[in-house]
């Protein structure tokens, strides 16, 4: 896997993924940033989400779940300190779908948690604290 990021100016750079994807990254405007793209921190928390919640799914649509939806919800606390890394981080999973089962999903949650999102493994051996909730929606 590889990635560059090219500074433009300020404190904007440009992330492209070696896919050939590219996304704005950028600063608060305090800190000489023009606030055009999520910070690089926020993009840390994204991917967790996004690694995640692609788990939920794949694990979901594998079991032949009906599921028509699923949103992650992320709520993160930062060291006050520098460098000011994730100290805890919860995930919020909203699956929707037609008669999931509770348990289906439980455990979809906790595979990702426990064997699959490599992002959260990662984040998790650094010592952050992270925890994970879900709600199931009737499609």
């Known amino acids: 896997m590889e990635a560059s990021i090219k500074w433009t ?3 904007q750079f440009v992330a ?3 896919s050939g994807h590219a ?3 950028d600063g608060n ?3 000489g940033g023009r606030n055009t793209g999520p910070r690089p921190m926020e993009m840390v928390l994204m991917g967790l989400g996004g690694c995640s919640a692609y788990d939920v799914i794949n694990i ?8 028509t939806d699923c949103v992650a919800q992320l709520k993160a606390e930062r060291a006050d ?6 100290t805890s ?3 919020h999973f909203v699956v929707t779908g037609m008669a999931l089962k509770e348990a289906q999903v439980k455990r979809a949650v906790e595979l990702s948690a426990e064997k699959y999102c490599s992002a959260s493994l990662m984040l998790a051996k650094g010592g952050v604290d992270i925890t994970h909730s879900w709600e199931i929606v009737e499609a």
């Not at 979901?60 to 599921?67: C, E, I, S, T």
């Open 16 to 18: 492209e993924s070696g």
């Open 23 to 25: 996304v704005i990254l």
């Open 29 to 31: 405007p305090d800190n």
């Open 60 to 67: 979901l649509v594998k079991a032949r779940a009906k599921v």
């Open 9 to 11: 100016d300020g404190r």
């Open 89 to 91: 981080i919860h995930l």
């Open 81 to 86: 300190t520098t460098p000011a890394v994730f």
